[in-house]
């Protein structure tokens, strides 16, 4: 891993931190600390492949409760990723 500091490749994993166990690390050069980039979809912290495994679940016309049920992520969550992706532009074909 890069030190964001100082550009060297001498950074090591540095234990974690909060509910999602975000990986930190060390630069052995400048002794900085700093954790990696956490993929977020708009304001969700949701990685973008659970994301997509949701929406193509509603497509699919499985109910909210029901995909709550097996990706484990909150219904509210849900409700809120299908506003995301309403707010997406789209390619409309001409």
Known sequence: MTCRKCNHDTARKFGSYGKRKIQRYRCSECKATFAEEVP?????????????????LMLEGMSIRAIERITEIHRDTILSLMKTADGVPRIVAG
Do not use: E, S
């Open 40 to 56: 977020k979809l708009g304001n969700h912290h949701t990685d973008p492949q659970t994301a997509a495994k949701v929406l193509t």
